[in-house]
């Protein structure tokens, strides 16, 4: 079938991406589901930092390829083998296939999947499949098993999680990336309790989920810790107990505020500048968990003694440590009591032809979610 989609057929192009414009739409070919697979239309599909760093060169990928992670839809149609879901099903996709054959899958570690990983830094689907054609029969690649910047999709049934269908498309795609990612650092990789101080530096999409999961896990105090001043704004109203404007005293605020430092820092930034800022602003004893991603060639140092003397925990977290056929109904049921304000981290709506500027603004910090809207 016929599909319009964002295409990234070379990394690094300058910003303004208004102006380079990486991210070209066009009509592909779009290859019927295979076994195990789904046809899905996307409904809804959130514009992530993860793929800025696509678009950026620090997250390098196979080009060209079909942008987008985040999202959810609905199944149009289920190729051959597939069970559990049926045309019609609303669908959020996780953007770690697991194969639920694999030692990390039956630890219950998804996030860690070997296969899907595999697949993934490939470019394709799970069963190794590329399903994306252009018009002279180029094949073209999968971004993390999703693709959705575009009108329809053919995903692993590996990769979608059922929810109700009342969810306003909008918010249900933000539990695909930046809710999973956020409140799952929170829950399943540092494991707050009440009454735990939490430290998260940067207020994009990914730490504000990740000060909601703190908020809904009784964490206390909650700092957050961004450059920008509207950032820090936001988190307050948010719930965030104190917030602390980045720069040179930042840490010794950080730990004049939980006495000490805190007993879970996270970085959320993707820089290795703010995970060792994080470190620094760890409690004796404490966890820090680090989410973002940097360029692969980026190192984070740390004064060794440490981790021995004052018994240190560093956690790396990929998709939230999640398994989201578990998480995800979780955290939208905290949704609907209230409990995760997921729809406070939307701030933008657009059209799959404004996804240029768009980035722009994500770049910049003038937006936290964005998401394209497909009619």
């Known amino acids: ?16 991406y208004a102006r380079s414009q990486p991210l070209r739409v066009t009509e592909l070919e779009l290859d019927p589901p295979g076994p195990g697979e789904l046809l899905v239309r996307v409904r809804a599909a959130g514009l992530c930092h993860s793929d800025l760093s696509v678009i950026d060169g620090s997250r ?43 030692s990390y899958c039956a630890e219950g570690r998804a996030a ?35 693709s959705a910047f575009a009108e329809y999709t053919v995903v692993s049934a590996r990769s979608a999680v059922r929810i109700d269908p009342d969810l306003r498309p909008e918010i249900a795609a933000l539990f695909g990336c930046a809710v999973m990612t956020g409140v799952g650092a929170v829950v399943n990789t540092a494991h707050v309790a009440p009454g ?21 896990a009784g964490a206390h105090p909650i700092v957050a810790i961004d450059v920008l001043p509207a950032k820090l704004e936001l988190a307050r109203s948010l719930g965030a107990t104190h917030t602390v404007l980045a720069g040179p005293d930042g840490v010794a605020e950080v730990r004049e505020i939980t006495r000490g430092g805190a007993a879970c820092a996270l970085e959320t930034a993707g820089s290795e500048a703010a995970l060792a800022q994080a470190y620094a602003a760890t ?17 984070f140092a740390i004064s060794a003694v440490s981790l021995v003397a004052e018994e240190r925990t560093v956690k790396g977290s990929y998709m939230g440590s999640a398994v989201p056929r578990r998480d995800l109904p979780r955290y939208i049921a905290l949704h609907r009591a209230g409990r995760l304000p997921v729809d406070r981290l939307l701030t933008h709506t657009l059209a799959l032809d404004e996804i240029n500027p768009a980035f722009d603004r994500l770049a910049c910090g003038a937006a936290v979610r964005q998401v394209v809207l497909f009619p």
């Open 112 to 146: 860690l999947c070997e296969p899907g990983a595999q697949a993934n830094v490939a470019g394709t689907l799970l069963s190794g499949a590329r399903r994306w054609r252009a018009d002279d029969g180029t094949m073209l690649h999968h971004h993390l098993g999703v």
């Open 60 to 102: 390098p990928r196979v080009m060209p390829m079909v942008l987008g992670h985040e999202a959810a839809g609905e199944i149009v149609e289920c190729g051959p083998d597939v069970a559990g879901f049926a045309p019609g099903d609303t669908v959020v996709f996780a953007f770690v296939p697991s194969c639920g054959h694999c």
């Open 196 to 216: 735990d101080s939490v430290a998260i530096f940067g207020m994009g999409g990914v730490g504000l989920a990740a000060l909601l999961g703190a908020l809904a």
């Open 283 to 299: 409690r004796r004893g404490g966890t820090t968990v680090t989410v973002g991603l940097p360029h692969p060639h980026k190192q």
């Open 1 to 16: 079938m016929k599909v319009r989609a964002a295409v990234l057929s070379q990394m690094g192009l300058p910003a303004p």
